[in-house]
């Protein structure tokens, strides 16, 4: 299980880059809304998660970011404590609205739990191995925050004049001691990863 | 909702065209009939030219296919996927034939249902052969009374 390593199993570095960021497309779930009995990791792979589905009639909400560089200020850092170390994720982002429909959306931000998940820029492009028939490896397109300890706000500001939110909110939800530093959404191949996170944003079913 | 339907709630949004603010008290139709037709949701923006969009997405559909899509009463929950047959279906793509196959193979799999499909209509041919035993067994009957 990948999230009780403590011993390295593989190289560092080997790996080519492969850009960075996210897309400007997300997906937001209010925490209760994940069908628990449904969703699971991977038994070969713990940083999997194989399947996330949602209770009947619950959907994720789509987030949409523009600029350059959509939910900048997003990061990863490792949270030390006496026993077994974590890791706080957290997710920014900024809605631009001001208006009593966009409120409500903030108010519900402000205290609810949530799990996200976003769209790597960094995971998308794909390497011909040579082979006839290719075996996909998993891919790290589409991560997933806030599945083991949900995400809560720690800080939503709104300052009608600033550039970096065009006067609207910055919104950052934080997943603390999570006991994995990436989880990733995948379903076998990344056809069917794509269809599953299009499909969490589909109307209440 | 059948394709009379569908045409005559598109001749009832017909007049609110020109101004696409008209088209919001139909939302909430135009909304099914884009699940209906193509089993996708409408594009989620603060764009007031969406609904008008998706007319005009419907209303040519419907003008160039004689037949519309099968209706369906089977669907996943919202993420759910599985595989069957080495191709992956999602809500997207889903039909009743493919989630009854996969429910006969796969039974535990109810859960990741929203809605199970409705069960598949008898074939006519399968009721031939019935009709003509009750026939034989009348004659039968009457038959053994008459030893009596």
């Not at chain 2, 099968?70 to 595989?83: D, I, Q, S």
């Amino acid at each position: 299980m990948a999230n009780c390593d403590t011993l390295l199993a593989s190289s560092i570095g080997t790996a080519c880059p492969n850009g960075r960021g996210y897309e400007s497309d997300a997906v937001i779930i209010n925490y209760e809304d994940v069908d628990w009995s449904r969703t699971m990791l991977d038994g070969d792979n713990s940083n999997l998660l194989k399947a996330l589905v949602l209770k009947t009639g619950k959907r994720g909400y789509p987030v949409k970011q523009r600029g350059a560089n959509p939910f900048t200020g997003s990061q990863t850092e490792m949270a030390e404590s006496d026993f077994v170390h974590g890791f706080n994720h957290t997710v920014s982002m900024v809605e631009v609205d001001y208006s009593p429909e966009a409120v409500g959306v903030i108010n519900a931000l402000a205290n609810g739990k949530f799990v996200m998940v976003l769209h790597s820029a960094a995971a998308k492009v794909k390497t011909d191995i040579g082979q006839e028939v290719q075996t996909e490896d998993p891919s790290g397109e589409y991560p997933v925050f806030g599945l083991y300890q949900g995400l809560r706000a720690s800080e939503i500001t709104r300052d009608a004049y600033s550039d970096d939110s065009a006067g609207g909110w910055v919104i950052n939800l934080v997943e603390n001691n999570s006991p994995v530093s990436g989880l990733f959404l995948w379903a076998g191949t990344a056809a069917a990863t794509g269809s599953m996170y299009e499909s969490l944003k589909a109307a209440a079913s | 909702m059948t394709r009379e339907e569908i045409q005559l709630a598109l001749e009832e949004m017909k007049g609110c065209l020109k101004d696409a603010g008209s088209l919001l008290k139909y939302r909430s139709t135009l909304s099914a009939i884009y699940w209906r037709l193509f089993r996708k949701t409408l594009r989620e923006c603060n764009c007031k030219d969406v609904l008008r969009d998706a007319y005009l997405e419907i209303y040519a559909f419907m003008k160039t296919n004689p037949q519309i899509p099968k209706e369906m009463t089977a669907r996943l929950k919202n993420g759910a996927l599985f595989f069957l047959r080495g191709q992956h279906y999602t809500n997207a793509n889903l039909t009743d034939e493919v989630a009854r196959e996969y429910l006969d193979k796969y039974p535990s799999a109810k859960g990741l249902f929203a809605a199970l499909p409705a069960p598949e209509e008898p074939a006519a041919n399968s009721e031939e052969p019935a009709t003509e035993e009750p026939a034989d067994s009348e004659v039968k009957k009457t038959k053994k009374r008459k030893k009596k």
